[in-house]
């Protein structure tokens, strides 16, 4: 939070030279200072600046317009003040306050070529104002009454709450008398702050008025507008274009249209990607379904249906396996008889089966030594043979064997001498 104040006192005709005086929350009265405005580049950076313009080139005045929206007013009251003033309205700048009591709204009006050269001189020096404002507006308020200011630098009075003007000091009581004669309500008080010598023809010709003159000597002019300086009650000049918002608001008009879209596609694309999470969630859940109740009809007796897929996965990569090593079976089987059957013209496959990794042959051959024989050559082949049947009927011999990929015990007795 910013707390010290940087006060600027512009002076008539473009002067190159300024006074600046820094106020610090909880400091006592500082020193004002004359230089140039590139000095306070770097101590304009952490305070908030207020800028007095010179009284004499802003005219304060009362715009009697109804009551309307703050833009809308701003377009009525040149053409209301109009009348009031010599210059043409299309040259000047004029910023306004609430209005008042009596249903009139404040309004400064200053040429407007002298605001863009104010402004571009504090740009220049790299210096942002917050307010700027003319200096009657920062003279003590008197309550019922007027504060006039008497220096060298000319003579200032503040008529009202954002009233006042600037004037000569030797023309003090005449234009404070046609200033008086002008108002409705005579001021009780006129407090009057002058250095010793300064306006002293003009003052005592105030005390002649029908009101209490009081005197005051300050010390420098720069130190009383900081003293007595109030926002809550001027009217800062940086209205309009000059506003320091204008230019974001300028920003925010030109993108306010594609950010608007940029944030209706946003939203657009976060309901969408909220919509495939939701779509897809319940495509998963009746996948999961779907897998339950296949992994049930193939495993019947599973309990556990956690990780289903992973699960049902294992179950059938060992499944596969299995069936691969049956298959792997008969064919080895199949291939190592096929040559000794194949020996034997007279023999006849009438069933093949296979179970469990045996062969069951049922075969008719001419008589029971070419049986003998063909069992022989099993046997020597490494294969276990069972004889379940045979049964000789005329010239034909039905026999029925099992044959699975195991030595025969015949064979494994022959190998073992330990066992003869």
Known sequence: MIDD??????????????????????????????????????????????????????VLLMADVPPMSRQRMSMAIPFALEDDLITDIDSLHFAFAKRSEGEFTPVAVVADDLMSTWLSRLQQANIQPDILIPETLALPL????WSILIDTQGGLVRSGVLSGFAMEPSNLATIVQGALDREEEFPRQI?????????????????????????ESPSDRLQILGAHFDEKRVINL???????????????????????????????????????????????????????????EVFPEARNMQN???????????????????????????????????SEPNIQLTNIHFRSGKLELRMEIDDLQAFDKIKARLDRADLAVEVLSVTSRGNTVTAHIKISPEISPNKRHSENPAEK
């Open 5 to 58: 104040q940087l006060f600027i006192q512009l002076y008539p005709d473009n002067e190159q030279e300024i006074t600046w005086l820094r106020r610090g929350k909880g400091e006592g009265a500082s020193i004002p200072r004359t230089g140039r405005l590139a000095d306070l580049s770097e101590q304009a950076a952490d305070c908030r600046v207020i800028v007095f313009a010179p009284a004499g080139d802003v």
């Open 238 to 296: 940086l209205q309009g274009k000059y506003s320091r918002e204008s230019g974001i608001k300028q920003i925010w008009r030109a993108w306010r249209i594609p950010l608007a879209l940029a944030m209706i596609w946003f939203s657009v694309w976060i309901a969408g990607t909220l919509f495939d999470m939701a779509r897809l969630s319940e495509q998963s859940r009746m996948l999961d379904n779907e897998i339950q109740t296949a992994y049930r």
């Open 308 to 342: 289903l897929r992973i699960r049902m996965q294992r179950d059938l990569d060992r499944s596969r396996n299995t069936g691969a090593r049956k298959t792997i079976g008969f064919l080895d089987i199949l291939g190592g008889i096929g040559v000794h059957l194949g």
């Open 142 to 145: 008197i309550p019922d009454g």
């Open 191 to 215: 407090h009057v702050l002058h250095r010793a010598g300064e306006g002293a023809s003009g003052i005592s010709l105030l005390k002649s008025l029908c009101c209490e003159v009081t005197e």
